[in-house]
Every structure is written in structure tokens, then in C-alpha cells.
């Protein structure tokens, strides 16, 4: 079985300011990275095989921060990147509204972000194939992936096998550090299939400015070791 967590990263300089662009986590962000570390050190509930990030350095800082909690070297991959900005990386909101107006992804499936950006589909085409490369690369392996909110949206659209050419109706809100996870599940005569076990899980976020840590021994059970995560049952018919 295959296990996947997909985890945003921190909160990066560029939400406080209001800009596009690739910038470092902010003093928040590197607080609820360290608190997701945290966590992972005391529960060990993701005994990871690999470690896998985004090269935008909002992504990887919080993987530089987490890897010690894993017990892993970080891999980086350039295709589980946000979408790409083109040139209107480095702007401002105010300034991207300004020279590109305002458009609707849903609506306009074909319209790139801004020059040299992608469009909707070219973002999902990438992030679906980035991911469908990494599951088989490490197939019955745990894998983390420190990512962005676009590339864990992307992931519903392609493991649910929805339209990934427009954007959904329906928005993700995906919080900062929070984790989201995956397994793949055998089907016998049958392709595995991709079951969803949780999303937004950001209780290490709670009580952040508490002077008190989260007892984490008290919340959770002992873990599984290496690969073998504690199995989910089949759902009935």
C-alpha cells in the first residue's frame, strides 16, 4: 500500500504583503513549521520513506525544518511547484490587477496567470503527472511531500478524476503546514485506487501562541513503524 502526505508549507512573506512571487516563510511560517516538527517528533504518526519538496523556498525551508522530525535528506522537485507566475512574479496584487485585470480560471481554462504563466490546465496537466511519477517511483512507500495549496487541490481533481481543465466551483481552503493524506489501495482485478483519509489536519496549529506544548503523547496512540501505517478498512457496499 501506498501512502501520501501532502503538506503546505508555512506561511510565506509573500500572503503578509500581499505580493506574488517567491519569497521566504514569514516569522508565522517558520513558527507553524516548527510546530508541525514538533509534532512529528513526538507522535512519529508519518514514518516516512521520502521526503520530496517544491523548490520555491517558502516549500522547501519547511522541509528544511520538518526533515529532522522524519529522519530524512530532502529531495527536491521542481514539478510539484505552484503555478507558475511568469511575469507577474514579483508584483504586487494591486499591481498584477492593475497591468492583467481580473479573469476567472473556471471561466477561462486557457488563459495563462500572466506571460510566460501557466493556465489551468498546464498547471494540473504538470501536477497530476508530478504526482502520478512520484507514487509509482516509491509505490508501497510512505512519501511526504511538502507542496502548495494549488498542487493539494490539484491532487483531488486528479485522483478523483474530475475536470481538470477548469478550476472547481467549489474552493479549497487549505491552511498553512496543514496535512493532507493519501493511500493507494489494492483492488484485486482492478487498478489500486486512491482513497482519501484525511485533509486540513492542523492541530499542532491550535493554542500557537500557547507558552504550554501540546501533550502529544496524550492524543496519540503509539505508531506504526517504517511503511506499515495502520490499515483503513475496506468500506462496505
Not at 17 to 43: F, H, M, V, Y
Not at 105 to 125: D, I, K, R
Amino acid at each position: 500500500m501506498t501512502h501520501l502526505y501532502l503538506i503546505r508549507h508555512g506561511q510565506a512573506i509573500s500572503a503578509v504583503q500581499r505580493t506574488l512571487g517567491n519569497t521566504d516563510l514569514s516569522p508565522l511560517g517558520i513558527r507553524q513549521a516548527e510546530r508541525l516538527r514538533d509534532r512529528l517528533a513526538a507522535t512519529g504518526e508519518i514514518a516516512a520513506d521520502v521526503l520530496i519538496t517544491s523548490t520555491l523556498r517558502r516549500a522547501h525551508q519547511t522541509a528544511e525544518i520538518i526533515a529532522p522530525a522524519l529522519g530524512l535528506p530532502i529531495v527536491l522537485d521542481d514539478d510539484v511547484h505552484e503555478r507558475r507566475e511568469g511575469q507577474a512574479a514579483g508584483m504586487s496584487e494591486e499591481e498584477y490587477r492593475k497591468t492583467y485585470g481580473n479573469f476567472d480560471f473556471e471561466y477561462e481554462p486557457f488563459h495563462p496567470v500572466a506571460p510566460g504563466g501557466e493556465n489551468q490546465g498546464q498547471f494540473m496537466l504538470r501536477v497530476g503527472t508530478a504526482l502520478d511519477r512520484v507514487t509509482r517511483e516509491h509505490t508501497g512507500k510512505t512519501i511526504v511531500i511538502v507542496c502548495h495549496g494549488g498542487v493539494i487541490e490539484g491532487a483531488f481533481l486528479c485522483f478523483f478524476k474530475m475536470n481538470t481543465l477548469t478550476r472547481p466551483a467549489a474552493s479549497f481552503d487549505t491552511h498553512n503546514t496543514s496535512i493532507t493524506y493519501w493511500h493507494q489501495q489494492p483492488q484485486e482485478g482492478r487498478p489500486p485506487r486512491w482513497r482519501l483519509i484525511k485533509y486540513n489536519d492542523d492541530l499542532h496549529l491550535r493554542a500557537i501562541d500557547a507558552p504550554q506544548p501540546i501533550p502529544w503523547h496524550e492524543i496519540f496512540a503509539r505508531p506504526s513503524v517504517g511503511a506499515d501505517q495502520p490499515t483503513v478498512p475496506l468500506e462496505t457496499e
